[in-house]
DNA sequence: TATTGTTATACTCTATAACTATA
DNA sequence: TATAGTTATAGAGTATAACAATA
């Protein structure tokens, strides 16, 4: 049990804050956090299987069959047939969900700046520092070492 | 403009990547992310208004009250009348609100402890040291020095 | 008249269960 | 029979607009 003084419980709290943050910045007209991730990673890696983005997002099958929808209604991706497995159909960015992406996210980044911009450089160091150690904490539950998470 | 390379443009992807990581911990017969923030608040801060907790949680009222009677159904929280204003409403934390509460943070800490416990000692202590610098950043958007955000 | 809180309504997001089509 | 994807349905969560009660 945690006793209150790990390091679990000391980042908890400021985690939930930063999620309140992001809300915040969550203009309307832009994207969710999860159809930005998953338009990042079509951008990224090309056109994709929904079952494989829903693993790769940890939503389940329909799940993401209903975000796809909505983002292929929006005219930001569009479904293709699989080629190579009838059952299967490939989803790809089109220019307008490129786009889209290109300036959500600039905007996402120029808020973080502008808000980054208000600490103090050690602050700013400490943060920079520890962004690769945070990207390691996020993926460190997608690859268990023995077993359960 | 972001050019793709400022602290910003770093910093989002891992925001959204430890949300993720927050979402899949968010398990079944727990609490969600803003219920949690509501009641930790109410067990530090004592009872408050439906007002003053929207405004703290960057939440609508209506918003609010629907969170209020959803954990009031729940029986983690009650209405009690505010005896200084017959126009307001004091909600509080119930044994059994302060209980789940104190059971999913033990729950969330201890997976954090766990996940922690997979990096190695200068991962740990990059995300220790930069605690308080993320506090600050999640919190710069709260006090704008001179106007909007 | 302003403030506190609620109800009404709608939309996004996500989940489980049941279904269709292909392998 | 297993897999890919969908539809059906339900619930959480949140928003705006309209309303009631108190100050």
Redesign the pocket.
């Known amino acids: 049990m945690a006793a209150g003084n790990t390091p679990g419980s000391q980042l908890l709290p400021v985690l939930g804050e930063l999620v309140r943050l992001l809300?915040q910045l969550d203009v309307?007209d832009t994207?969710?956090?999860?159809?930005m991730a998953v338009l990042r990673r079509l951008d990224r890696d090309g056109a994709g299987?929904?079952?494989?983005?829903?693993r790769a997002?940890?939503?389940?099958?329909?799940?993401?069959?209903?975000?796809?929808?909505?983002?292929e209604r929006a005219g930001l991706v569009q479904?293709v047939p699989?080629p190579?497995?009838?059952?299967?159909?490939?989803?790809e960015l089109t220019a307008a969900g490129r786009d889209l992406l290109a300036r959500t996210t600039t905007h996402y980044a120029d808020t973080l700046d502008l808000l980054l911009s208000r600490l103090d450089d050690a602050d700013r160091d400490a943060i920079s520092t520890a962004l690769p150690a945070l990207a390691r904490l996020a993926h460190a539950a997608d690859h268990p070492p023995a077993g359960r998470v």
Chains 1, 2 share one sequence.
């Open positions: 809300r309307p994207l969710s956090l999860v159809a299987r929904v079952t494989d983005l829903a997002e940890r939503a389940t099958q329909p799940g993401m069959t209903q975000l796809i929808g909505r983002l479904r699989d190579q497995d009838g059952r299967s159909v490939l989803v």
